[in-house]
């Protein structure tokens, strides 16, 4: 079977979702030259079976939000859904009966020749997987607000800081040991037999914030700050009170076999 793994880079393209801190992920099921293959979900492998398993109606929804609805709820039935696949015509609120479409297999082609064919997305299950991809320079955008952040110091090591943190590779570090994910953040999922738990979906990290060598307190300003919630885009255009010249904002890659 070949391997694929997707950049999360490519997310407004190509229609990649994260399950908000589940350690899960989408990719779309089938992707050429030209973008992702849009229609039904297929299986090529399993005799071009395209029978779904489940079958609901996500209303009062536009395209975005009901894709990630029916990921959610493909997500909540843990190992038994493999993939989903989802209708809109994106120009009014939806009320397409049973346009969310489950499936115990793992969809690899869509019914592209298929009526209607350009108004539905398949995608299949991924994991989480521990590398990055650049999202852009600047803050982070669009995965809520960052649910820890570390202070880089040359201080004594303690349970979740391990002195400095000097490099971007260092603050990538943190966010695959899922620093801090605890019951007490609203995302947090603990991990059950069909699901894994709660994980650092990506993160913002701020160079050149360390003072001068010989201050007294020999601590630099925060430089490190995760997001169990996927950021979706970057900004670099300066706020009343914060320019972003120095951030810049990566995102966990998902892969899909």
Same mark, same amino acid.
């Given at each position: 079977?070949?391997?694929?793994?997707?950049?999360l880079t490519t997310l407004m393209v190509n229609n990649?979702?994260?399950?908000?801190?589940?350690?899960?992920?989408?990719?779309?099921?089938?992707?050429?030259?030209?973008?992702?293959?849009?229609?039904?979900? =297929? !299986?090529?492998?399993?005799?071009?079976?395209?029978?779904?398993?489940? @079958?609901? *109606?996500? #209303?009062? &929804?536009?395209?975005?939000?009901?894709?990630?609805?029916?990921?959610?709820?493909?997500?909540?039935?843990?190992?038994?859904?493999?993939?989903?696949?989802?209708?809109?015509?994106?120009?009014?609120?939806?009320?397409?009966?049973?346009?969310?479409?489950?499936?115990?297999?793992?969809?690899?082609?869509?019914? =592209? !020749?298929?009526?209607?064919?350009?108004?539905?997305?398949?995608?299949? @299950?991924? *994991?989480? #997987?521990? &590398?990055?991809?650049?999202?852009?320079?600047?803050?982070?955008?669009?995965?809520?607000?960052?649910?820890?952040?570390?202070?880089?110091?040359?201080?004594?090591?303690?349970?979740?800081?391990?002195?400095?943190?000097?490099?971007?590779?260092?603050?990538?570090?943190?966010?695959?040991?899922?620093?801090?994910?605890?019951?007490?953040?609203?995302?947090?999922?603990?991990?059950?037999?069909? @699901?894994?738990?709660?994980?650092?979906?990506?993160?913002?990290?701020?160079?050149?914030?360390?003072?001068?060598?010989?201050?007294?307190?020999?601590?630099?300003?925060?430089?490190?700050?995760?997001?169990?919630?996927?950021?979706?885009?970057?900004?670099?255009?300066?706020?009343?009170?914060?320019?972003?010249?120095?951030?810049?904002?990566?995102?966990?890659?998902?892969?899909?076999?």
């Amino acid at each position: 079977m070949l391997f694929r793994l997707t950049v999360l880079t490519t997310l407004m393209v190509n229609n990649i979702y994260l399950v908000d801190g589940s350690g899960q992920c989408f990719c779309p099921a089938k992707v050429n030259s030209n973008g992702v293959v849009a229609g039904e979900c =297929k !299986n090529s492998n399993e005799g071009g079976s395209s029978k779904a398993y489940a @079958k609901f *109606t996500i #209303v009062n &929804t536009n395209r975005a939000t009901g894709q990630h609805r029916c990921s959610q709820l493909c997500e909540d039935e843990g190992n038994t859904c493999q993939g989903w696949a989802f209708r809109d015509d994106n120009i009014t609120l939806s009320t397409d009966e049973n346009n969310c479409h489950l499936y115990d297999y793992t969809p690899d082609t869509t019914k =592209k !020749n298929k009526e209607n064919a350009e108004n539905w997305l398949c995608q299949q @299950k991924g *994991t989480l #997987v521990d &590398t990055f991809s650049f999202l852009g320079d600047g803050v982070c955008q669009g995965g809520g607000s960052s649910y820890t952040q570390v202070r880089a110091y040359s201080g004594p090591s303690d349970s979740q800081n391990d002195g400095k943190i000097e490099s971007v590779e260092e603050c990538k570090e943190f966010c695959m040991n899922n620093v801090e994910i605890e019951d007490e953040y609203f995302f947090y999922e603990p991990p059950t037999p069909n @699901k894994p738990g709660s994980a650092c979906e990506g993160f913002y990290f701020i160079t050149e914030r360390c003072g001068p060598s010989n201050n007294l307190r020999n601590r630099c300003s925060t430089n490190c700050f995760l997001y169990g919630t996927q950021p979706t885009g970057n900004r670099t255009r300066a706020s009343r009170r914060q320019n972003y010249d120095n951030y810049s904002c990566y995102t966990r890659d998902c892969s899909c076999d």
